[in-house]
C-alpha cells in the first residue's frame, strides 16, 4: 500500500506559477512510476505529466509540455509539479498517482494509488 497526498493547490492569476507537492508513505517509494492527472467539472479525468521511478525520464501531455515540470526527490519520497505561465483552462482539482511501471503512464488506469487531490484555480 502506498499512501499519497498532495498540497500545494490554490488560486493563481493567469501567467502565474504553482508548485505542487504530493507526500508518499508506505512502500518504497522508489519502486513505482509516478504521475499527475488533473479533472475539470463536467470533464474526464486526464493525464498531466508522469516520471519513471528513477526521475530520468520525464513525459508530458501536449496541453502542459513547456509550462509544467515534473520531478521527484526519491530521499524525500516526494514528487512535484511546477506549473508555469498558467491558463484558466488549467483549472481543475490535481490528482498524483502511483504505479509499477507497465504500460504507458498515460492512462489512470494504469495506476493503483491515488492522493485525494488539491484545488487548482486560475483566474483570467
Known amino acids: 500500500q502506498v499512501q499519497l497526498v498532495e498540497s500545494g493547490g490554490g488560486l493563481v492569476q493567469a501567467g502565474g506559477s504553482l508548485r505542487l507537492s504530493c507526500a508518499a508513505s508506505?512502500?518504497?517509494?522508489?519502486?513505482?512510476?509516478m504521475g499527475w492527472f488533473r479533472q475539470a467539472p463536467g470533464k474526464e479525468r486526464e493525464f498531466v505529466a508522469g516520471?519513471?521511478?528513477?526521475?530520468?525520464?520525464?513525459y508530458y501531455a501536449d496541453s502542459v509540455k513547456g509550462r509544467f515540470t515534473i520531478s521527484r526527490d526519491n530521499a524525500k519520497s516526494t514528487v512535484y509539479l511546477q506549473m508555469n505561465s498558467l491558463k484558466p483552462e488549467d483549472t481543475a482539482v490535481y490528482y498524483c498517482?502511483?504505479?509499477?511501471?507497465?504500460?504507458?503512464?498515460?492512462?489512470?488506469?494504469?495506476?493503483?494509488?491515488w492522493g485525494q487531490g488539491t484545488q487548482v484555480t486560475v483566474s483570467s
Open positions: 498517482a502511483a504505479r509499477t511501471e507497465v504500460g504507458s503512464g498515460r492512462t489512470s488506469n494504469e495506476y493503483s494509488y
Open positions: 508506505g512502500r518504497t517509494f522508489s519502486s513505482y512510476g
Open positions: 516520471i519513471t521511478r528513477s526521475g530520468g525520464l520525464p
